[in-house]
Each structure stands twice: as C-alpha cells, then as structure tokens.
C-alpha cells in the first residue's frame, strides 16, 4: 500500500493547498496609457506601450506562480488603456479567430496569423508559468458585406478576454457585450457564452465590466451552465452608495453563490480601483484610492460554493419574458433547472408545468403562454401553454422553428382553459410525433403529461381555439 501523499509546499512554502481547494490570483493594473489615444500611430508604436504593459503583466504571473497560483485574471483595457477612437485603436488590435474547433498554441505557433504578437507574449507567460492566465485585449476581424452587421470599414472590433491554459493554448475568447460608451469596440451580433475548464476548479465562465448588470449573457451563462466560477476582467469608475467595485463584485458572488475572480484597473484620479477574489461568504479585495501603482491579490478558495443550507435562497424566481412565437407575443418563463414546478400567466390564461430532465443536456427550454386574438395569416383566437425547445440561448431565440433535440424531459403541463377545444401537441426531434401518457379535465384545468419521450422534446403544448372569441 503507498504511503499517503504528503501536502505540497509550493515555492516560498506560502500556500499549502488543502483539499477541494484552488488558489487564485487577480492584479489590479495601472496601465501605462497612450498621452494621446486618438492620435494615429503605426503598429510598432502601439506594440511598444503595450509591451511596457505585459512586461509589468509578465513579473506579476511570475509573482503569482511562486506563490502557488493557478490562475491569474488581469483588468479591462489593461494593455492598451482606454479613450480611443474607433480608428486610433486600430494599430493596437490583434487578430484572433473567435472559433472554438481549433485548439491554437500562439507560443508554439506563433506564425499561424499575423498581427498576434500580444497573444503570443500572453500564451509564453502562460506556458513558462505553468498559470491559466486570462486577460482583455482588442482585437479585429474582417468581415465581408453580405454580413448584414459588417461595419462599413470591413471590420469588426472587439473588446476581447481571452483565456489560455497552463500551456499557453487559447482556450477561450469572450467579445464584450454590454459596451460602456466604448466608440472603438462594435458589439458581437450574438452574445458570446463563453466558458472553459480547468483540472483544478472545473469550468469557469467569463465576460467583462459592465455586462454584471445586465441579463445577457452574463446572468444566463451562469443559470444555464449551473456555473461555480467567474473570471471578470474590468476597468470600473466606482459609483457610491450602490455601484462601488468591490461593493458590486461580492453582492453578485453572493447572490449567484459562486466564485469571482475580479480584476480592476488602477486609477485612482479616474475613480478606479477595485479587485477581489471573492466566495459568496468571504472576500479577498482591494480599494485603494490614495495611493499609485498596481497589486496582487493571491488568495486560496473552496471549488464549492455549496454554502447555503437554505435552499429557499437559492430558489430565485426565474425571470419573465417575452418573445414572439407564430407571431404572436408570448409570455415565457425559462426551464433552467433539472427538475422543478413553473407557472406563467398571460390574461385570463395561467400554464403550469411540472418536470424532471431524464437526460441533461445544455438545451434552452421555455414555458409559454398566450392568451389573444391572433392577427398574421388569419385572425382567430388562441388559448395556448407551450413547453419548447429554443433555437440558441437567449431569451430571443424562444419561439424560432426547431427540428432537432436531444433532451428528454418528464412532464406534466395544465392550464385553466376558457374553452372545451383543446388541442394536446406532443412533437419529438426530426419531426416525429409521441403520445401523450395522460391527458384531459381535472378540477377545470386540462391536462398533459408524459415520461420519458422517445427522443428528444421539441414541443409540448396544449393548443386552445376559443370560436367565440374569433
């Protein structure tokens, strides 16, 4: 029998990691900023204010590995600052391919694309360090005219994270989605959810700055992806009582019960500072607005945020919203959780659906109901409760056609019809049709239900034509 395994002392014996545990570094940055950011410059001049920038990054990732991290998130516009026009940042842009079927090492091959040298310099520190490392940068992607979002100039510009493995391989990519008054940066036509996985912590999710107020894609990646990790690079103006960094940074931990790592710019004269490593029930942060220069906060963290015994807590109330299906404006709750009881309301009309996923799967499902005249080819009334299968991850997506699915789902769906005419729809993937186990009146309410469809579940929905109302 071996003997057991003795607790790794790391490197200056600061961190001896203890089970279920993973330790973190953030580095608040004060980035060296270009003295005229809407002057034009050449790529070489860019590419020397950034390099003092990742040289500064570069003794930080150094710093952070020998005390034992494991992964090192920087700030929002930390290596190229801020205050650009949509052509002065130009020269400061990378190329990188927003595709995740390529597996690409900027280190190793850094002759793959041209105009990479930043990706390049954050993928070797990365390698060299044996550190996830994530970072923000802008990049550039052309784009042809019969893409209907294309600039006119022929090109996207992102406000990019990026994420790259213990060795150096590009992981991950997230474009910004919620720009703050950001003239330089376009935003992606669709929201990127973006997340990578980690032998230490498991998947970490990833977006930026201002996007922590807003629904997409932040909030829906978490909910969607049952998430346990953030990383948040940031350039954050504190804004008090409610919007100060580290104020915001632990409220959002603690309401989503997850892990943030945090990374603030630093300026105090601009009103920013603000990091943290934060679990829903202890912070590791820092607030500085006196003094200059940056700093690294390193600091070990639970992998679970299992905290909360109060399970009521945790039971938020998902969010009502609308999209249109058939043309008509339906009210939907989203179907996040593996198991659970829904209820929406439109009218006179409430749908309730309990349900239980058999087979889990990352497809978006919705509760639907509409309760109105019906007025696009044809004008009649309709009465309807619909389970569907939306077409991507946003809410905009429910009420798209979709043939295909692979989850399968345990249901039971009624509603108060005002009308005897009800129609059961039960449609599985590939257009292929199932029955129901059970259906029809109880305490005037009608009713559907089924286990186990016999391929994955498209729709479910009862479908109600009130004549009279015509």
């Not at 953030?230 to 892990?259: D, G, H, K, R």
């Not at 997506?397 to 039971?412: K, P, S």
Request: aromatic residues 14%; contains cysteine; charged residues 15%.
């Amino acid at each position: 029998q071996d003997p057991p395994t003795p607790p790794v002392f790391f490197a200056l014996g600061l961190w001896v990691k203890k089970e279920g545990h993973y330790i973190a570094a953030v580095y608040e940055h004060e980035s060296i900023l270009s003295p005229n950011p809407t002057a034009l410059v050449d790529r070489q001049s860019a590419l020397e204010l950034m390099g003092r920038n990742l040289d500064i990054y570069e003794q930080q990732v150094v710093a952070a590995a020998r005390q034992g991290a494991q992964i090192i998130v920087f700030p929002e516009d930390g290596i190229h600052g801020f205050n650009f026009t949509r052509s002065s940042i130009y020269p400061y842009l990378d190329f990188v391919l927003h595709s995740h079927s390529m597996k690409w090492n900027p280190c190793r091959e850094p002759y793959l694309f041209n105009d990479t040298e930043v990706l390049q310099r954050l993928s070797c520190m990365a390698l060299k360090n044996k550190i996830f490392l994530v970072a923000n940068l802008g990049t550039k992607q052309p784009c042809e005219h019969t893409d209907p979002h294309c600039p006119s100039d022929g090109r996207y510009q992102f406000n990019t994270n990026v994420a790259f493995s213990d060795d150096g391989v590009l992981v991950a990519t997230y474009r910004k989605h919620n720009l703050y008054f950001e003239y330089a940066f376009d935003t992606p036509p669709e929201p990127d959810y973006t997340l990578f996985d980690t032998p230490f912590a498991g998947k970490f999710g990833m977006f930026t700055c201002f996007d922590i107020l807003f629904f997409e894609p932040a909030v829906n990646l978490i909910r969607q992806y049952k998430l346990k990790q953030v990383v948040y690079p940031t350039a954050w103006m504190n804004q008090l009582p409610l919007l100060s960094a580290v104020e915001f940074q632990q409220a959002f931990a603690t309401a989503f019960n997850i892990n943030i790592l945090a990374a603030n710019i630093h300026h105090p004269t601009l009103g920013m500072t603000g990091s943290g490593i934060y679990t829903p029930v202890k912070s590791f942060i820092y607030h500085n607005m006196e003094s200059y220069g940056g700093k690294l906060i390193v600091a070990e963290i639970p992998v679970t945020t299992d905290y909360q015994t109060n399970s009521e807590r945790n039971k938020q109330l998902p969010p009502i919203f609308y999209a249109e299906m058939m043309y008509d404006n339906f009210t939907f709750v989203p179907v996040w959780e593996e198991k659970g009881e829904l209820q929406v309301c439109a009218n006179t009309l409430c749908c309730y659906l309990n349900y239980q996923r058999a087979v889990s799967t990352d497809e978006f499902y919705a509760l639907g109901v509409f309760d109105g005249l019906h007025t696009v080819h044809g004008t009649y009334y309709v009465q309807a409760c619909a389970l569907v299968k939306c077409g991507g991850l946003s809410f905009s997506t429910c009420g798209q056609e979709v043939i295909d699915a692979t989850a399968l789902i345990d249901f039971q769906l009624w509603g108060n019809m005002s009308t005897p005419y009800i129609f059961p729809l039960l449609l599985t993937s590939g257009v292929t049709l199932d029955f129901a186990d059970h259906m029809g009146w109880k305490n005037n309410h009608y009713f559907i239900s089924k286990n186990r469809t016999s391929s994955g579940l498209l729709t479910a929905a009862l479908y109600g034509r009130w004549y009279e109302k015509d």
